[in-house]
């Protein structure tokens, strides 16, 4: 694959220290005039938190808005299913926190792989996120003199992640939804349901609109716009077993790409160590148990091989309490994806546990035993009670099991300062750009980065590109830039329902992600990363030949969509895979086996790899271009992570 | 444990919304450890493989929230387990040779879009009649600035855990919508921040209920359905002040 080291690509961060850049830029982005907003169409796909938080915003400003979401219902968006909290520098708790040790805690967390100016901005606005959010009515815990309680989170030493019971997702989108809906109401937002993008259309480099297929009618739509904002979330779904709902994809993105958005670090990938493990060869999808579990919970497996015993009549002196002994300081609250790779090795081992041998104790009897029954009850009641519904196994009395699962994707569209991509007038926000978390995410920073995008960031910075705009009509969608594009979606349609093979989409997309889990996941090497770019390609070959849809394209058809889903997913588990193996350094969520301390841990290589990859797409026959941004750090000096 | 057990079942086919629907009948082999819309996964992939078009069902985040699934299980919306989504619900539920009938919700106002899937968008329209605080983004002060209660904030996260899935309207006789419509409504006006438009909320979102929903007779089969519990008083709440919303006009008059 080639490789294009010249720095091609242009952040636009502004000029200033750090503090002053966001303030500056503010100042000195262009302005559209209020009575001219409603001049100028903007299309939002995705009405997640970022996508509802943005059509209501821009809504609100007078913008006229057309959102899009392939749901029944904006609210159905898999943002809701956030669990643990959302993160902002309020420093309620006094105890030390502020804007800049969320940034540097961000920065640090990310492995030095963001950009500084970006993170400070998230860090600056996410105070403004809480006041939004609650002026709305997000029921967040209190205390019981009326304030906003805090908890600290995933490993961080201050308390600054607000909360609403283990549903804060589902609350802040409610608020974010509700916003949009008012101004559905107030006629500034056209809400579409059950439209799914298929294409970004673009004329003279420029955005001007987008393709949908209405996925009851079947009916391929133009829609076109001053500019295009993309809120779709991420890719996870590419490992066909992870914690994202079943319908989330990488279509939207991906088709953007392929019209000339550039596509960044799509190998950094984060997965969460404690989700219910499969339970069978059909299992659809895992489901995450919050992390604070770990705060109670002991971590071990048996030291024998293949021990079938059930974990009571397995003796202390044969468990093996791994984490524990190899991290003494940390124990069983390592980070993320030290836990996740250690539970990957005992079970690789021949150590795993449960009736697939797939999963590692997390075991409470210690706690149970300590606090008593009712103690740990108050605190992990609703989840112990969910991981019982779905196992029917009692973690009062049996040691739950646990096992990493695939659960967010720090890479994404690459977007500049403003959230523009490579196509001017097209911009990515929430988990669908790669911007803020650079090889790894905090806990409790994806609902902050939707929203600070979404809310306080896009809503400013869209002005500055359609300003220039301003007397120019949207292009007309009988314009053949767009009457083409319908054309090529119908053939493609056609072209799923006349292969006639013999296996189903699911077959293929449960393939695809166990070669994408087996060669891309917890830990990569260069053997088995080549292993997969050839695997892809030939189960790719044979998805095209040998899949089955049947049914009609103007009915409601669940196979077809995914068909173009899962035919996306193909082309970017194949890029997945030369970025990784383009990435000779381990960082993040990306560990290479190669690089790796003599402990065993992450080893960066900062000389070669402090940079981002962003990719550009050549066509389907060809490779795609390797393209760097540099990035600086001015303000923090990356170190060596170290947790023992 | 796991164990194998077949099932017998009768699932409405229905291929679109103007032609007629019919019960058709399968039998299916699946583990009790297995979800059950996995089981219905499995079901499809056979039918596939036959050439037969699989059953069109919904389901998204399978985790009990996005509020997506929902069909009727043996006459229950979302089965037989209490409180839990059709997405939650295990085989285990079941026994070797059971029946099992799977019907789309069914409410006029829910119409049936392709076998166990319906249009549930007047819930949207609800929500688009009033379901908000009108707070433009920026315009918010400090959130502490405003202390609530913490019993006030617990209430109305209880009302805000409504995941929109609609068992509650298909499990009414009548077809109302009053438990989805009031637990909006208690959300905000347990709340200081939902005081200013308490009263035209309720009346707005009262009268689109009403141009969809059927009436509500106190039956409280809507509760027993509901997957988060929505509590039945929530009922009252909303029928004491849409009642003291119409009987005086409050512009003028303060909030109380």
Not at chain 1, 354 to 373: C, I, T
Not at chain 2, 44 to 70: F, K
Request: proline letters at 4%; charged letters at 25%.
């Amino acid at each position: 694959m080639a490789t294009n080291n010249k720095t091609v690509l242009d952040s636009r961060v502004p000029s200033g220290s750090l503090e002053e850049k966001w303030e500056n830029h503010k100042f000195s982005m262009n302005l559209v005039n209020p009575n001219n907003k409603r001049k100028f169409d903007v299309i939002v796909v995705g009405t997640g938190l970022a996508g509802a938080s943005a059509a209501a915003s821009l809504g609100e400003l007078g913008y006229k808005v057309k959102a899009f979401t392939f749901h029944d219902s904006p609210r159905r968006a898999h943002s809701i299913a956030a669990q643990g909290g959302i993160n902002a520098a309020k420093n309620y708790k006094n105890d030390g926190d502020s804007v800049y040790r969320l940034f540097y805690d961000t920065i640090k967390g990310g492995d030095y792989r963001s950009r500084e100016a970006n993170v400070h901005r998230l860090a600056e606005v996410s105070t403004n996120i809480i006041d939004q959010a609650t002026a709305q009515g997000v029921p967040f815990a209190r205390e019981y003199g009326g304030l906003l309680d805090n908890r600290s989170f995933g490993g961080a030493q201050v308390s600054r992640t607000f909360y609403a019971r283990g549903q804060t997702g589902q609350q802040l989108l409610l608020g974010a939804y509700s916003a949009m809906m008012r101004q559905v109401a107030a006629g500034n937002v056209e809400l579409h349901t059950r439209a799914e993008l298929l294409d970004v259309v673009t004329k003279d480099g420029q955005a001007c609109g987008i393709v949908t297929r209405d996925l009851l009618s079947g009916e391929v739509i133009a829609h076109s716009a001053h500019a295009v904002v993309l809120a779709t979330g991420g890719y996870g779904n590419v490992y066909f077993l992870s914690t994202n709902a079943m319908m989330s994809n990488v279509t939207a993105a991906w088709r953007a790409h392929r019209r000339g958005a550039f596509f960044a670090n799509p190998c950094y990938t984060q997965i969460h160590p404690t989700c219910i493990p499969a339970s069978d060869d059909f299992q659809s999808k895992l489901t995450l148990m919050s992390e604070s579990l770990r705060n109670d919970g002991r971590i071990w497996v048996p030291e024998a091989f293949d021990d079938s015993r059930p974990a009571n009549e397995i003796p202390e002196n044969e468990r093996d309490y791994y984490l524990e002994t190899r991290y003494p300081a940390f124990g069983n609250l390592v980070p993320r994806d030290v836990a996740s790779r250690n539970a990957k090795n005992v079970v690789d081992q021949g150590h795993g546990v449960g009736p697939l041998k797939n999963g590692v104790y997390l075991d409470f009897s210690a706690a149970v035993g300590r606090d008593g029954h009712d103690a740990i009850s108050a605190k992990y009641g609703n989840l112990f009670d969910m991981y019982e519904s779905i196992t029917g196994e009692n973690p009062y009395e049996v040691p739950m099991r646990i096992y990493p699962a695939i659960h967010y994707t720090m890479g994404g569209v690459w977007v500049d300062y403003n959230l523009m991509t490579t196509i001017p007038g097209l911009y990515a926000i929430g988990e669908a750009n790669f911007s803020d978390h650079g090889a790894n995410r905090l806990g409790a920073s994806a609902l902050m980065q939707g929203l600070a995008d979404g809310y306080f960031v896009l809503p400013y910075t869209i002005g500055d590109g359609l300003a220039d705009q301003l007397g120019e009509p949207a292009v007309s969608t009988d314009d053949p830039v767009f009457t083409n594009a319908v054309n090529a979606i119908e053939d493609e349609t056609a072209k799923w329902l006349s292969i006639n093979g013999t296996r189903s989409v699911d077959y293929f997309h449960r393939e695809l992600g166990r070669l994408v889990w087996n060669h891309i996941g917890m830990s990569r090497n260069k053997e088995g990363l080549e292993k997969a770019v050839s695997e892809i390609g030939a189960l790719k070959e044979e998805f095209y030949n040998d899949v089955r849809v049947l049914g009609s394209a103007d009915t409601l058809n669940l196979s077809l969509e995914k068909a173009g889903r899962v035919s996306d997913f193909f082309e970017l588990a194949e890029l997945m895979a030369h970025d990784a193996l383009k990435r000779e350094e381990s960082c993040g969520g990306h560990f290479r086996e190669e690089h790796q301390t003599p402990e065993g841990e992450a080893q960066r290589d900062d000389d070669n790899f402090a940079h981002v990859a962003a990719w550009e797409w050549n066509g389907k026959e060809d490779l795609q271009t390797r393209h760097v941004e540099k990035l600086d750090f001015e303000n923090v000096t990356p170190t060596q992570r170290s947790y023992k | 444990m796991s164990e194998v057990i077949t099932v017998n079942l009768k699932i409405w086919r229905q291929e679109s919304p103007e032609k007629s629907g019919y019960f058709e009948e399968y039998t299916q082999k699946i583990t009790t450890e297995a979800s059950f819309l996995e089981m219905i996964d499995l079901l499809n992939e056979d039918l596939n493989s036959q050439g037969l078009e699989p059953v069109a069902i919904e389901s998204d985040c399978r985790e009990g929230i996005c509020g997506t699934c929902g069909v009727m299980i043996n006459g229950q919306a979302h089965g037989p387990r209490k409180a839990t989504t059709t997405c939650q619900l295990h085989m285990r539920e079941f026994s070797d040779g059971d029946e099992i009938v799977i019907e789309p919700f069914r409410a006029i106002s829910f119409p049936v879009i392709r076998d166990l899937v319906v249009d549930r968008s007047p819930f949207d329209q609800i929500i688009e009649s009033g379901g908000y605080i009108s707070v433009n983004t920026g315009a918010a002060s400090d959130a502490n600035l405003t202390p609530v209660p913490k019993e006030a904030a617990d209430q109305a996260f209880d009302a805000a855990a409504c995941i929109g899935c609609g068992a509650c309207v298909a499990a009414c006789p009548n077809s109302a919508a009053q438990l989805f419509t009031s637990a909006k409504l208690a959300h905000m006006a347990s709340l200081p921040q939902g005081q200013p438009e308490r009263w035209k909320r309720t009346e707005m979102m009262v009268g689109t209920m009403e141009e969809f929903f059927g009436s509500c007779t106190n039956h409280g089969e809507c509760h027993e359905a509901c997957p988060k519990e929505i509590n039945l008083d929530f009922i009252a709440f909303m029928n004491r002040d849409y009642m003291k919303a119409k009987v005086k006009n409050r512009a003028l008059s303060g909030q109380r």
